[in-house]
């Protein structure tokens, strides 16, 4: 978008650099054709900074506020997997104490990792559904959150596209010659060009 908006600027730049020749000021076809032009980019300009505001209000800004879940999401899934070490460590405990001779001494503290497990257990389990249960609705929400960043995104392109057809079809019929063709009008100016080219000034050394 910036480099389309650097790209309107530039040309009404031109336009009014064009304006400010003094050929403006000896040739009035010339200064129509200045004019003409100027318009058009101004138009142009205008329609180009429209769809700019659309695009970022429709579509930059929605899809900045869709990045802002992540940092939650990761967290979240950061959160599940330190329960996850959690758990396994005092699970291997569990198991590592069942191995073991049933002694007294041993079953006390099988009964004490137990306990221990349990709401490390609970506590992962609850975080683990959490995430099942809701990261597929986040996985299929994106299409419904961006189609119509979508849909404003193709409508602001076909109007800024409709209209730019317009203004250059409109600065055409003012600027072109009937009864010329492309072709004829690249001979003419080869022609000027060549001109300008035996002018002893433009001379190559």
């Not at 138009?43 to 900045?64: C, G, H, S, W, Y």
């Amino acid at each position: 978008m910036e480099n389309c908006s650097t790209m309107s600027k530039s040309a009404v730049k031109i336009s009014l650099d064009l304006l400010s020749n003094p050929l403006c000021e000896q040739d009035q076809d010339f200064l129509n054709m200045v004019t003409a032009l100027d318009t058009a980019m101004k138009r142009m300009d205008a329609f180009n900074q429209e769809k700019v505001n659309q695009i970022q209000k429709t579509v930059i800004e929605p899809l900045k506020k869709f990045g802002s879940v992540f940092p939650s999401l990761n967290m979240a899934v950061k959160r599940r997997e330190q329960a996850l070490q959690d758990y396994r460590r005092l699970q291997a405990k569990v198991e590592k104490y069942e191995e073991k001779e049933k002694t007294g001494p041993v079953l006390a503290k099988l009964h004490q990792a137990r306990e221990e497990l349990r709401p490390v257990r609970d506590d992962f389990e609850a975080k683990n559904k959490q995430l099942l249960d809701e990261m597929p609705r986040f996985y299929n929400s994106r299409l419904d959150y961006f189609q119509p960043s979508f849909e404003s995104l193709i409508r602001a392109q076909v109007v800024y596209y409709s209209e730019m057809h317009k203004i250059f079809g409109d600065l055409t019929q003012q600027l072109d010659q009937p009864g010329h063709t492309d072709e004829q009008r690249e001979r003419e100016n080869e022609a000027r060009l060549s001109e300008l080219r035996a002018l002893s000034i433009v001379a190559d050394d």
